[in-house]
């Protein structure tokens, strides 16, 4: 009888310990898939509204995760991490080639382009000739005496270099020399480090039009031109056109200089190699690439989806976001 006893209380002491680790090993499994922590998101300036929204959805579903963005021309984010060695788990580019060139390989190993977008001459009523002004004549009223023009600064901003580049395309449209240079001439005090703050120029009448992104029109309610596809760098099918056309702009280092040529415009994300928090970088942009999460909320701030993209980096790309990309073919 005591040896049963004694059996029955080891059988007893047994169950406890294994239920005991059991449940031990299901809270380390529900840690290990638990999203939490703190994510430092570098961004284009022009997406600062959008990803205000989606940072809110994002933590309907991840509570846990704390996310801290700074804003900045794409090219000023990118030398942030490259200059300066600061860390971030998330970039966004205005333009996905300053991700390939400033980044890739030594800070970042792939590359999804994720959205495009269009140049626009953006304006409000109390504008110079905003009764009068249209898409066949705005850049003659631009180049009035009287007109005072915003406008990014190449160097730190894609929107910066994109100005330039539509100026020239629209030399080629209308068959007039000069619209650049003239332009350029204009005004050099309104020039500002990122898209996003013409707003305030134009928001305070400090200067008529500005050239912005039409999403960011779209989404302040603000007037806009719209200019000819020849023009505006948003349609693949004139992809040669703007390739015929180029900027040069400072380069990775003091005295070195890019050259940017033309091209449909696309903006890219990626994970540098050191971000702190990769599991919960590689989560979010998992939600900020899917249709229904980030993606629409994209398309309804005036954005045009480009998921699935072809990369370059299809194989660098983390294994859960494939499903967003797809393998670069090179023409033949």
């Excluded at 300036?45 to 990803?51: D, E, F, H, R």
């Excluded at 940072?55 to 490259?82: M, Q, W």
């Excluded at 415009?265 to 939600?287: E, W």
């Excluded at 480009?306 to 090179?330: A, F, G, H, M, R």
Aim: aromatic share 10%; glycine share 4%.
């Amino acid at each position: 009888m005591f040896s049963l006893t004694r059996k029955f209380a080891f059988f007893c002491f047994l169950s406890v310990i294994l239920s005991c680790n059991n449940r031990t090993e299901q809270k380390n499994d529900d840690n290990t898939n638990t999203i939490g922590g703190e994510i430092i998101i570098f961004h284009a300036g022009s997406m600062a509204l959008p990803i205000k929204q989606i940072n809110e959805a994002f933590n309907k579903e991840y509570p846990d995760v704390k996310i801290l963005t700074e804003s900045a021309g794409s090219v000023s984010c990118a030398r942030k991490i490259t200059d300066l060695g600061k860390m971030c788990d998330i970039f966004i580019s205005a333009d996905y080639n300053v991700i390939n060139n400033l980044l890739i390989p030594q800070y970042a190993s792939w590359n999804i382009k994720f959205a495009s977008n269009e140049m626009a001459l953006v304006y409000n009523e109390s504008s110079k000739y905003a009764n009068t002004i249209n898409t066949e004549n705005w850049y003659e009223i631009i180049l009035r005496d009287d007109v005072r023009i915003g406008r990014s600064d190449p160097n730190a901003d894609p929107c910066g270099y994109r100005t330039i580049l539509t100026l020239k395309l629209a030399e080629k449209y209308y068959h007039k020399d000069k619209i650049l240079s003239q332009v350029l001439l204009k005004d050099k005090k309104y020039m500002r480090p990122k898209e996003v703050d013409l707003l305030a120029l134009l928001e305070t009448n400090s200067v008529d039009y500005i050239f912005l992104y039409k999403s960011v029109a779209v989404q302040h309610n603000l007037k806009y031109i719209t200019l000819a596809d020849e023009i505006n760098l948003k349609s693949e099918k004139f992809s040669n056109l703007y390739a015929s056309v180029d900027v040069v702009i400072n380069g990775k280092k003091p005295g070195e200089y890019e050259t940017i040529s033309g091209e449909t415009m696309a903006y890219g994300i990626t994970i540098p190699k050191n971000a702190p928090n990769q599991k919960a970088a590689l989560a979010y942009i998992d939600y900020f690439l899917a249709a229904e999460g980030g993606m629409k909320i994209i398309i309804s701030n005036g954005q045009s989806s480009l998921i699935p993209s072809y990369t370059d980096t299809y194989l660098n790309v983390p294994d859960n976001l494939k499903k967003y990309v797809k393998k670069y073919q090179p023409k033949t």
